[in-house]
């Protein structure tokens, strides 16, 4: 086990260097009702249990470390108008993060086309998202397969020590991989589709985040309605499944934030924003386990920290879930 490690709140891109590995976990903190961050916190503020076992947090920091983003433009029909906009003001959009984040861009469907590899360059950025404007598909939307791609692309990330995140544009509607879905829907798809479960076993492994920008008009609500009770569609699994996505970034800790026509541009910047503001903290776990095994985390703020808070009711901590131990190849949301 690693000596005790003090608590840095300094270093602009810490470099951390312990015997045993560092778990990191990044949580954002916001008031429910207004959405607004809570910025002010610092490592006593905060509790972490590990399988229901209290932990030391042995490094804290907030806006420190470096990003890694993959932004996923949907290509639907009633999403791909707004990327008009967002092209547009990309390079507005790409003030707001730091010289050393960087960026790719891919679209997705039934599955994935890689636009932009990662790179620091705003102008191939925004190349990029416009590039992603000009196209169209009449495939349909296979989330779990991308998202299983779209983390194989954040995994090839150039920046140490960066946190990878995935972050998609999208109507939060997807098809359910079958062979009927896949026959009507998905004839770009590849051959073996990733199921949910897969997915989501390669987020905890890896320690990428998922984070979301959804625009669904109201109209098209309706529309998914009439379809998931249409006894056609139940029978040959044609119904849309809504708002997975917005699940996977709660499980994964990501932010999610709602849309509306030219809103688009302004609302991904506060997104960025939002995955600035997170605090990054770090702890050995203090129970051995073997690979493999599933950790369950629970972050939470002191009685002391809420008291601070106008309306600690109001006061919410979004976090990872767990991870999956592994001491041969560590996951970005660990350092050794």
Do not use: W
Request: one cysteine or more.
């Amino acid at each position: 086990m690693a000596q005790q490690q003090p608590i840095d709140n300094s270093s602009p891109i810490p470099v951390i260097h312990v015997s045993s590995e560092l778990v990191l976990l990044d949580a954002i903190v916001a008031d429910r009702k207004t959405g607004q961050l809570v910025t002010t916190l610092t490592a006593n503020d905060f509790t972490l249990e590990e399988d229901g076992i209290p932990q030391k947090i042995r490094y804290f920091s907030q806006d420190k470390l470096p990003l890694s983003i993959v932004l996923l433009f949907d290509l639907t029909q009633s999403v791909q108008p707004q990327l008009k906009s967002l092209g547009e003001g990309a390079l507005e959009i790409l003030q707001h993060l730091k010289p050393e984040d960087e960026v790719a861009v891919m679209t997705f469907s039934s599955s994935t086309q890689m636009l932009q590899p990662f790179t620091r360059d705003h102008q191939s950025v925004a190349a990029a998202i416009q590039a992603a404007a000009r196209k169209k598909s009449n495939e349909g939307t296979f989330l779990d397969e991308d998202i299983y791609e779209g983390v194989d692309a954040a995994m090839q990330s150039t920046v140490s020590g960066s946190r990878r995140v995935l972050v998609f544009f999208t109507d939060g509607t997807e098809n359910d991989a079958n062979r009927m879905t896949r026959k009507i829907y998905g004839k770009s798809a590849p051959v073996h589709l990733h199921k949910g479960p897969e997915a989501k076993e390669k987020l905890m492994q890896t320690g990428v985040t998922v984070s979301a920008l959804i625009d669904r008009p109201i109209a098209d609500d309706a529309i998914i309605a009439m379809t998931m009770v249409s006894p056609l569609s139940y029978v040959f699994g044609l119904s849309p499944r809504l708002d997975h996505v917005a699940r996977l970034a709660a499980e994964t800790g990501g932010p999610v934030l709602h849309t509306s026509g030219k809103q688009a541009a302004a609302k991904l910047a506060t997104l960025i924003e939002e995955l600035r503001g997170r605090y990054t903290i770090g702890y050995v776990p203090s129970t051995p386990q073997p690979d493999g095994t599933f950790c369950h985390l629970k972050l939470k703020l002191t009685p002391a920290a809420l008291a601070t808070h106008p309306a600690p009711g109001h006061c919410t901590v979004q976090a990872r879930a767990g991870y999956y131990r592994s001491s041969i190849n560590p996951s970005p949301g660990r350092a050794k």
